[in-house]
Nanobody, 124 residues
Framework: QVQLVESGGGLVQAGGSLRLSCAASGRTFSSYVMGWFRQAPGKEREFVAAISRNSGSTYHAGSVKGRFAISRDNAKSTVSLQMNSLKPDDTAVYYC?????????????????WGQGTQVTVSS
């Protein structure tokens, strides 16, 4: 079992920045691929970014590439999402997720554990 707790969400103006963090507890953090997803009101949950177990590979959705950056610290069992140049379309609940698969995945079924989410609201 892995427990995930997100933090860092909030209200920000368009063009601003936020940094989300996810703290993990339970089984060995470094054995999981970690990802961020988001869900806007009335929309399906969508992939945002993922990072491999040793931080050697990252993958970002096209809608956030160049603006968001995922990183992890295995010593601290945390994964972060730095979000810059935020847009109103980025408004959503952001979820941290852990996958026991060995390679980066972008689909929800690949992720075994989920946090409860943190709200990000970007005003225009």
């Amino acid at each position: 079992q892995v427990q995930l707790v997100e933090s860092g969400g909030g209200l920000v103006q368009a063009g601003g920045s936020l940094r989300l963090s996810c703290a993990a507890s339970g089984r060995t953090f470094s054995s999981y691929v970690m990802g961020w997803f988001r869900q806007a009101p009335g929309k399906e949950r969508e992939f945002v970014a993922a990072i491999s177990r040793n931080s050697g590979s990252t993958y970002h959705a096209g809608s956030v590439k160049g603006r968001f950056a995922i990183s992890r610290d295995n010593a601290k069992s945390t994964v972060s999402l730095q979000m810059n140049s935020l847009k109103p379309d980025d408004t959503a609940v952001y979820y941290c997720a852990a996958s026991s698969f060995t390679t980066i995945g972008t689909t929800i079924p690949l992720y075994n554990y989920w946090g409860q989410g943190t709200q990000v609201t970007v005003s225009s």
